[in-house]
């Protein structure tokens, strides 16, 4: 069981970056790859970046690729969502999940542990 909680959400004028923190309890945290996904409002949720259980290896959607940059700490049981040159359409509510399987996942059900999420709000 892993149990994910993200903080690190906030208001940002756009061009303005932001990081996101989502901290994992267990012991076995390194042996889970990660995953960022979000939310926009009236949208379906939408895969944004994940991680090896290593953290060698990262994939990210094409919307953020470049901007954003996925990490992970393992002696803290952290994975990061670093997001720079934030635009309006960032704006979403976003939640970091979990997965046992190997491998770089995008898809929502390939993800067993999931966030509560952290509102991310980008002014023009």
């Known amino acids: 069981q892993v149990q994910l909680v993200e903080s690190g959400g906030g208001l940002v004028q756009a061009g303005g970056s932001l990081r996101l923190s989502c901290a994992a309890s267990?012991?076995?945290?390194?042996?889970?790859?990660m995953g960022w996904f979000r939310q926009a409002p009236g949208k379906a949720t939408e895969f944004v970046a994940s991680?090896?259980?290593?953290?060698?290896?990262?994939y990210y959607a094409d919307s953020v690729k470049g901007r954003f940059t996925i990490s992970r700490d393992n002696a803290k049981n952290t994975v990061y969502l670093q997001m720079n040159s934030l635009k309006p359409e960032d704006t979403a509510v976003y939640y970091c999940?979990?997965?046992?399987?190997?491998?770089?996942?995008?898809?929502?059900?390939?993800?067993?542990?999931w966030g509560q999420g952290t509102q991310v709000t980008v002014s023009s």
């Open positions: 999940a979990a997965t046992p399987r190997g491998g770089l996942r995008e898809r929502i059900d390939e993800y067993d542990y």
């Open positions: 267990g012991r076995t945290f390194s042996s889970y790859a």
């Open positions: 991680i090896s259980w290593s953290g060698g290896s990262t």
